[in-house]
């Protein structure tokens, strides 16, 4: 055997040139590059999606609801919207839903102002489009109840108040929701609407803030909603008119655009549109759409 055959039998690169090995020893260290980048990229792969998945689950969704739903409501919605926000946290464990209930036309204009709240449901289309008016909603709001007004005199009605002309009677205390109010702006349509005039003692912010008058005694009656003397119990006595019919709100609830938790906010309008939402509203006395 010659020298030259057992020095290529030593290296084990029989049939193989010595350029050959060469290059194939220096694609090695590429290959070996090409691997470790393809594992970094599959670990921060991972990464992406574990942090994408995170930020869904804070933000809920309304088929898997979580976080806290803020939700800006009319004052004459407080009751029956409490209830449907204790049933909203039964069925979704973890949730949370915060309410800021007070006059339609101030609470959209703490929307319009950039105060942070996922739902805004108002007592009249008018205040409602105050907030679409200005892009601040999703979509198009939907009306899901609407609502009639009411007399609230003292209990026992000592005044014998029976008609909404018996309101103009001299020495009555009478007290109103501001015309800004959709309580008072309905009011102000059923006087119209019976060439009555009426001057009352004060005009108040919102429906709980008129009720709240007769109830401590300071006004002998107000015209403020059903559903307002219903949960009111025998704090007050309630008085229908027929002029009322001409005067019935509805209810629009929206979704908002700037909602910090979207997820649950459509969940919560979902509930209240729902036949278990409206059996909980029309029990407080509203109407169904």
């Given at each position: 055997?010659?020298?030259?055959?057992?020095?290529?039998?030593?290296?084990g690169?029989?049939?193989?040139?010595?350029?050959?090995?060469?290059?194939?020893?220096?694609?090695?260290?590429?290959?070996?590059?090409?691997?470790?980048?393809?594992?970094?990229?599959?670990?921060?792969?991972?990464?992406?999606?574990?942090?994408?998945?995170?930020?869904?689950?804070?933000?809920?969704?309304?088929?898997?609801?979580?976080?806290?739903v803020?939700?800006?409501?009319?004052?004459?919605?407080?009751?029956?919207?409490?209830?449907?926000?204790?049933e909203?946290?039964?069925?979704?464990?973890?949730?949370?839903?915060?309410?800021?209930?007070?006059?339609?036309?101030?609470?959209?204009?703490?929307i319009?102002?950039?105060?942070?709240?996922?739902?805004?449901?108002?007592?009249?289309?008018?205040t409602?489009?105050?907030?679409?008016?200005?892009?601040?909603?999703?979509?198009?709001?939907?009306?899901?109840?609407?609502?009639?007004?009411?007399?609230?005199?003292?209990?026992?009605?000592?005044?014998?108040?029976?008609?909404?002309?018996?309101?103009?009677?001299?020495?009555?205390?009478?007290?109103?929701?501001?015309?800004?109010?959709?309580?008072?702006?309905?009011?102000?349509?059923?006087?119209?609407?019976?060439?009555?005039?009426?001057?009352?003692?004060?005009?108040?912010?919102?429906?709980?803030?008129?009720?709240?008058?007769?109830?401590?005694?300071?006004?002998?009656?107000?015209?403020?909603?059903?559903t307002?003397?219903?949960?009111?119990?025998?704090?007050?006595?309630?008085?229908?008119?027929?002029?009322?019919?001409?005067?019935?709100?509805?209810?629009?609830?929206?979704?908002?655009?700037?909602?910090?938790?979207?997820?649950?906010?459509?969940?919560?309008?979902?509930?209240?549109?729902?036949?278990?939402?409206?059996?909980?509203?029309?029990?407080?006395?509203?109407?169904?759409?």
């Amino acid at each position: 055997m010659t020298r030259s055959v057992r020095r290529i039998r030593r290296t084990g690169w029989t049939g193989r040139s010595l350029r050959t090995r060469r290059s194939l020893l220096s694609l090695r260290a590429p290959l070996r590059a090409l691997g470790a980048g393809a594992a970094a990229l599959l670990v921060l792969s991972g990464c992406s999606s574990s942090d994408t998945g995170s930020d869904a689950a804070k933000s809920g969704s309304s088929a898997n609801p979580s976080g806290t739903v803020t939700v800006f409501a009319a004052a004459s919605l407080q009751e029956s919207f409490t209830t449907l926000g204790k049933e909203f946290e039964k069925q979704h464990p973890g949730t949370k839903v915060t309410f800021s209930f007070a006059g339609s036309d101030s609470l959209a204009a703490s929307i319009t102002g950039g105060a942070p709240a996922d739902v805004f449901a108002a007592a009249s289309p008018t205040t409602m489009a105050l907030v679409t008016d200005e892009k601040d909603a999703v979509g198009t709001p939907a009306t899901f109840v609407r609502n009639q007004l009411e007399i609230a005199t003292l209990p026992g009605n000592p005044d014998k108040v029976s008609s909404l002309k018996d309101l103009t009677r001299s020495g009555l205390k009478v007290v109103l929701c501001d015309k800004t109010v959709p309580c008072g702006s309905a009011a102000e349509k059923a006087l119209q609407a019976s060439n009555l005039r009426l001057t009352p003692v004060s005009y108040e912010q919102d429906v709980k803030s008129a009720l709240t008058k007769v109830e401590l005694k300071e006004a002998d009656a107000a015209v403020v909603y059903k559903t307002d003397v219903q949960a009111a119990g025998d704090k007050v006595e309630g008085v229908a008119f027929p002029e009322s019919a001409k005067a019935i709100n509805d209810y629009p609830i929206a979704l908002l655009k700037n909602a910090p938790n979207p997820g649950a906010a459509k969940a919560f309008i979902e509930l209240v549109r729902s036949a278990q939402g409206q059996k909980v509203l029309t029990g407080a006395g509203f109407l169904t759409p």
